[in-house]
T-cell receptor, first 110, second 113 residues
Framework: GDSVTQMEGPVTLSEEAFLTINCTYT??????LFWYVQYPGEGLQLLLK?????DKGSNKGFEATYRKETTSFHLEKGSVQVSDSAVYFC?????????FGQGTRLTINP | DAGITQSPRYKITETGRQVTLMCHQT?????MFWYRQDLGHGLRLIYY???????DKGEVPDGYVVSRSKTENFPLTLESATRSQTSVYFC????????????FGQGTRLTVV
């Protein structure tokens, strides 16, 4: 069945560092891919999405490119801020439902 | 515009009791989902619904019951709560073919003692 694997956390970085959170998937066909973010005490919010191969999703300085060849959708940000501290989930849309990775907790220190 | 409302936000119940978590949406989205979030497991799908009166099991349905008599409501019932059901529960909706992303409620933190 469909599955998502993302890098294990927690990840701790200093402010202004470069961020990469790896995500790979297994699915039939070419599913839509997503990154969601969860701030403390809140539900998940959509951060960005990509619906087809080579699409790049971007939002709030975060980017991810849909790589069909490597079945990957890695999340990147050039310069992180303390306010980016959160849990990040990679997900894919199957036939009817979303399948999530385990989440990566990110902490940014000033 | 409330979007998705989950209630209660926090709940403590005793082992063996029945408890119902409520989820209400104002968008008339076709799909509704219940997930549980546990440390080390990420989000796991309990049940989902494609429309009123259509429900299906997710990956961890045992011990839970759902119903969807109206499009806007999707309650989740724990028939006889167990300590292993202590978790944070999230309800989510998705519009259908054109709206591919899911929208999440604020969550219900359930503790079974």
């Amino acid at each position: 069945g469909d599955s998502v694997t993302q890098m294990e956390g927690p990840v701790t970085l200093s402010e202004e560092a470069f961020l990469t959170i790896n995500c790979t998937y297994t699915a039939t066909g070419y599913p839509s891919l997503f990154w969601y973010v969860q701030y403390p005490g809140e539900g998940l919010q959509l951060l960005l999405k990509a619906t087809k191969a080579d699409d790049k999703g971007s939002n709030k300085g975060f980017e991810a490119t849909y790589r069909k060849e490597t079945t990957s959708f890695h999340l990147e940000k050039g310069s992180v801020q303390v306010s980016d501290s959160a849990v990040y989930f990679c997900a894919l849309k199957g036939a009817q439902k979303l399948v999530f990775g385990q989440g990566t907790r990110l902490t940014i220190n000033p | 515009d409330a979007g998705i409302t989950q209630s209660p936000r926090y709940k403590i119940t005793e082992t063996g009791r029945q408890v119902t978590l409520m989820c209400h949406q104002t968008w008339s989205h076709s799909y509704m989902f219940w997930y549980r979030q546990d440390l080390g497991h990420g989000l796991r799908l309990i049940y989902y619904s494609a429309a009123a009166d259509i429900t299906d099991k997710g990956e961890v349905p045992d011990g839970y019951v759902v119903s969807r008599s109206k499009t806007e409501n999707f309650p989740l019932t724990l028939e006889s709560a167990t300590r292993s059901q202590t978790s944070v529960y999230f309800c989510a909706t998705r519009g259908g073919a054109r709206i591919i992303e899911a929208f999440f409620g604020q969550g219900t933190r359930l503790t079974v003692v």
